[in-house]
């Protein structure tokens, strides 16, 4: 079983910045792929980020790419979202989550582990 608790959303003004974190349990943390995914109200969860077990690979969603930047710390068992330039349409609650595949991607049922979620809100 991993616990993962995300922390570092609030409110910021469009062109602002924030920095999600996400803290894992367990031992395994450094096997697992780690993914960002938000949610805006009335819509569908949706994938953000990722990142491989070894750091050594980063997948993005064409809405976050060249903004948003996705690393991890192994030893802290954390992984963490840069968001910059934010823009209104970023407010979301944002999850992350943990997949036993090790493998970055994109697909919600490919992650076995979910966070509570942050909620992040960009005013204009």
């Known amino acids: 079983q991993v616990q993962l608790v995300e922390s570092g959303g609030g409110l910021v003004q469009a062109g602002g910045f924030l920095r999600l974190s996400c803290a894992a349990s367990g031992r395994s943390f450094s096997s697992y792929a780690m993914g960002w995914f938000r949610q805006a109200p009335g819509k569908e969860r949706e994938f953000a980020a990722a990142?491989?077990?070894?750091?050594?690979?980063?997948i993005y969603a064409d809405s976050v790419k060249g903004r948003f930047t996705i690393s991890r710390h192994n030893a802290k068992n954390t992984v963490y979202l840069q968001m910059n330039s934010l823009k209104p349409e970023d407010t979301a609650v944002y999850y992350c989550?943990?997949?036993?595949?090790?493998?970055?991607?994109?697909?919600?049922?490919?992650?076995?582990?979910w966070g509570q979620g942050t909620q992040v809100t960009v005013s204009s």
């Open positions: 989550a943990a997949s036993i595949g090790g493998i970055e991607t994109t697909k919600r049922v490919a992650y076995d582990w």
């Open positions: 990142i491989r077990w070894s750091g050594s690979n980063t």
